[in-house]
C-alpha cells in the first residue's frame, strides 16, 4: 500500500540519495545535485512540502508540491530499483484526490522524452503549449484540471 509520509529531518540520507541520483536529476530541471547543508532549508520552505512515498513502509521515492508562481506544481521521483510497479501513479493519485477535492488545478513541468509522460497524459494532463529548451533538451508545461466526480 503506497502512503505519503512527510520528509522530516531523519529522513535526510534518503532524501539526498534519491534526489541527487544521477539518472533522476537527468529528468530534472537542474541536473545539479543538492548539497547536505542545503537539506533542512529546502524541507522547511513554507511554499513547498516534500513527502517520502513509503510502500509496506519501505521507502521507495518522494512527492513535493510547490507554487511556482500562481500555479500549484507538483513533482515525483522513484528510486531506480522501484520504478516501473505502480507507485509513482499511486502516489500522484494520492496528492490529486486532495487537490480534486480543494478544486485546484494542478502542474507540472517535464522533458518531453521523459518516460513518465505517458502516466501523465493518463492521470489527465495536457500539454500546455509552454516549452523551453533546458540543456538542449524540451521542458514543457502540463496541466490538469481539478475533477469533481472523483
Known amino acids: ?3 505519503l509520509k512527510q520528509v522530516t529531518p531523519k529522513d535526510k540520507r534518503f ?5 541527487n541520483n544521477k ?8 541536473d545539479q545535485a543538492i548539497p547536505k547543508y542545503y537539506f533542512k532549508n529546502l524541507i522547511n520552505r513554507v511554499s513547498s512540502l516534500w513527502f517520502v512515498i513509503e510502500v ?7 512527492l513535493n508540491t ?3 508562481g500562481e500555479k500549484y506544481h507538483f513533482g515525483v521521483m522513484i528510486n531506480k530499483q522501484h520504478r516501473r510497479k505502480g507507485y509513482a501513479k499511486e502516489a ?3 496528492f490529486l484526490k ?8 494542478t502542474y507540472l513541468e517535464c522533458f518531453d522524452d521523459n518516460p513518465a509522460l505517458k502516466l501523465y497524459k493518463k492521470l489527465g494532463y495536457k500539454e500546455t503549449g509552454k516549452a523551453r529548451k533546458v540543456r538542449e533538451r524540451n521542458f514543457i508545461e502540463m496541466k490538469r484540471q481539478f475533477n469533481v466526480d472523483k
Open 98 to 105: 486532495v487537490t480534486d477535492k480543494r478544486k485546484i488545478d
Open 92 to 94: 500522484i493519485r494520492i
Open 66 to 68: 510547490f507554487f511556482k
Open 15 to 19: 532524501f539526498l540519495r534519491t534526489i
Open 56 to 62: 509496506d513502509g519501505k521507502q521507495v521515492g518522494l
Open 23 to 30: 539518472g533522476t536529476r537527468y529528468h530534472m530541471e537542474s
Open 1 to 3: 500500500m503506497v502512503q
